[in-house]
Structure formats: structure tokens, C-alpha cells
């Protein structure tokens, strides 16, 4: 468990500033936390199974037992289930409800915590990146097309079990273990820093809920426009079932799980670069699938209204930042661990 040393402490920090936060800042958040807290254990519960089925299924396949159930139980054994193991596992096992359910009260309190202020500028900087026009036109000029959309719709959303799936792997793995604990403080440090801390110096609602918060036009109508036009003409688009969502969440304050609005710096865009990082590191192949995602999941957040282009340039440049960070702790976590007493 020393190797969580810096995890530790970062959580302690990050759940009492939170605390701090919510009471100076909000009323009655404790009921919303603790609902925040269940409903990621519900959620991640599915996606641990997954990870086990797979480790599973790959052990008999490599294997190849004459009694499947017994020789599966010593592999856990000897694998997962000795005290150090255990320890470490467990121990990420609980926290990680009480991080998200921290994270996601934050995210759903932002309004409060700090009102949306940034999005005109924002809009204004990305445009300005851009040479001028709003950088959904420009990329609507080559990607403009239903089916294009539909697609992105579909990655965008994949994000969750993407990135989840790719964190409970790393949380079980035993391969790589320098590379194991840069990747988990990395991943709940982008979550943290970037998506409370930065979300709330720098508090935006994104370009599909601009042209609602100013009560007039916004450069983003063509684009809200659009994505209705794509929805009538038979694709099921998600984005915009989740923007409702969110919007009604907003303005009548229901406080459901996991629906907070949020735009500066992309999460989307910061955790999936943080894997296509993590991916080249892995392996080439890795390297190239994680990277290809990063870059159409930047495409979906701006083409999907969640998103201005500088919310994803920013949750890049600051992913790598705290990958780079990450990176450094985790050789001295090891370089210190393998030194003699």
C-alpha cells in the first residue's frame, strides 16, 4: 500500500476541500453526495464484472485447466488475493466511490459554487483560434454529413465504458506497475484538478446551452440547428437527450446523479488523451486505437454542442501536464520503495 501513498493524501486534500466547499458554498449537499456515492458503486459494479469475466475467460484460454474452477481459484489466490495485493485493491475499491461521489457533487453544485461566466469569451478564443469562424463550421465543411454525426454520437457516448475499463484493468493489473500507479494518480488527477478545481476558477456551460443562458442568438444556433435536422432525419442522437437532460436538471434544480454541466476543460477530451498516452506506453497498437479515439471524441465535443474548441486544446495541454507530473511521483514512489533501509 505505499505506492498509494500520494493517492491518499491527494484524496484526503481533494474530499476536505470539497467538504469545505459545498458547506461555505451550498445547502444540502450531503443528501446529493451520499446519492452521488451510490450511484457510482451501482454503475462501476457492472464494469468490475467485466474485467473479471475477461481475466477469466483469458486465463482458461491460455491455461487451458482439466478442472476449470479449482485452477481459476488458486490463480486468484496467488494473483489478487495475497495481503499486499488485496490491500491495494481494496483500497482503491472503496475510495473510488467517495472520489466520484465528490466529483459529481462539485460538478452538479457548480452553478452555485460559481455561476456561468467564461462561455462568451470562450466562444470568442476558440473562434479566434480558428482564423475567425467558429470551428464547428470549419470541420462541419468535411464532416457535415448524418451518418458522420450518428458516428460521433456513438464514440462519444462509448467514453464511459471506455475510460472505466481501461481504469479497473490498470487497478487489477499487476504488469507494469510504475506505469500502473502514473496512470491511476494521473486518472483521478485529471478528474480532480482539471474537472473541479479548473472547472469552477473558470465556470462554462458549453455551446449548446450558450444560446439558453443569454436569452438571444449565438454563432452555435446553425449548429444546434443541425443536430435537430440530423435527429429528424432517423438518428437517435444521444447528445441531445443528455443536453435535455442536463438543461432540465439545471433549471429546476433536481440534482439527479451525474448531471452536472460543465465545460471548461473537456474531461472528455483530457481523460482520453490521458489513455492514448498511457496507450503508446503499452504498447504501438494501443498507442494507435487510444489515439484515435482522443481524436474523435475532440470531434464529438465540438461537433455534439458539449464543448468550445479551447475546452478541449485546454484539457489537453493540462492532461499532459499532469501526466507528466504523475510520472515523476511514480519513479519516486519506486525508486524510494526499491532503495535499502
Not at 478564443?125 to 480558428?130: E, K, N, R, V
Not at 471524441?297 to 499532459?320: E, K, M, N, P, R
Amino acid at each position: 500500500m505505499i505506492e498509494h501513498r500520494f493517492y491518499l493524501a491527494y484524496l484526503i486534500c481533494y474530499v476536505a476541500l470539497g467538504c469545505l466547499t459545498l458547506i461555505w458554498k451550498t445547502r444540502g449537499s450531503g443528501e446529493l453526495l451520499a446519492r452521488n456515492i451510490l450511484a457510482t458503486v451501482i454503475c462501476h459494479l457492472p464494469v468490475i464484472a467485466v474485467i473479471f469475466l475477461f481475466w477469466a475467460a483469458l486465463f482458461f484460454f491460455r491455461e487451458r485447466p482439466e478442472v476449470p474452477l479449482p485452477a481459476l481459484r488458486t490463480a486468484l489466490r496467488e494473483t489478487y488475493l495475497t495481503p499486499s495485493s488485496l490491500a491495494a485493491s481494496l483500497l482503491m475499491l472503496v475510495t473510488i466511490p467517495l472520489f466520484f461521489g465528490m466529483f459529481f457533487t462539485l460538478k452538479i453544485s457548480l452553478p452555485q459554487i460559481q455561476p456561468f461566466q467564461y462561455d462568451a469569451l470562450f466562444a470568442q478564443w476558440s473562434t479566434s483560434l480558428s482564423g475567425g469562424d467558429p470551428t464547428w463550421r470549419i470541420l462541419q465543411r468535411w464532416l457535415g454529413q448524418p451518418w458522420i454525426t450518428a458516428t460521433l454520437d456513438y464514440v462519444y457516448f462509448l467514453w464511459f465504458a471506455v475510460v472505466h475499463l481501461t481504469f479497473y484493468w490498470q487497478l487489477f493489473s499487476r504488469r507494469r506497475p510504475e506505469l500502473r500507479l502514473q496512470f491511476i494518480m494521473a486518472f483521478v488527477g485529471c478528474w480532480g484538478l482539471l474537472g473541479s478545481v479548473v472547472a469552477v476558477a473558470f465556470s462554462s456551460a458549453g455551446p449548446a446551452f450558450f444560446g439558453d443562458l443569454l436569452g438571444r442568438p449565438t454563432p452555435f444556433d446553425g449548429l444546434m440547428a443541425y443536430l435537430d435536422h440530423v435527429r429528424q432525419s432517423g438518428y437517435q442522437l444521444k447528445a441531445l437527450m443528455e443536453q435535455s437532460i442536463l438543461w432540465q436538471s439545471y433549471v429546476t434544480r433536481n440534482n439527479l446523479p451525474f448531471a452536472g454541466i460543465s465545460a471548461m476543460p473537456s474531461i472528455h477530451v483530457s481523460l482520453a488523451v490521458l489513455m492514448a498516452l498511457f496507450g503508446w506506453r503499452v504498447s504501438r497498437l494501443a498507442g494507435i486505437l487510444y489515439t484515435t479515439f482522443a481524436v474523435l471524441v475532440f470531434l464529438g465535443s465540438v461537433l455534439l454542442a458539449f464543448h468550445y474548441a479551447i475546452d478541449g486544446y485546454a484539457g489537453a495541454a493540462l492532461t499532459l501536464a499532469v501526466w507528466s507530473a504523475c510520472g515523476w511521483l511514480a519513479r519516486r514512489v519506486y525508486r524510494d520503495h526499491s532503495s535499502p533501509a
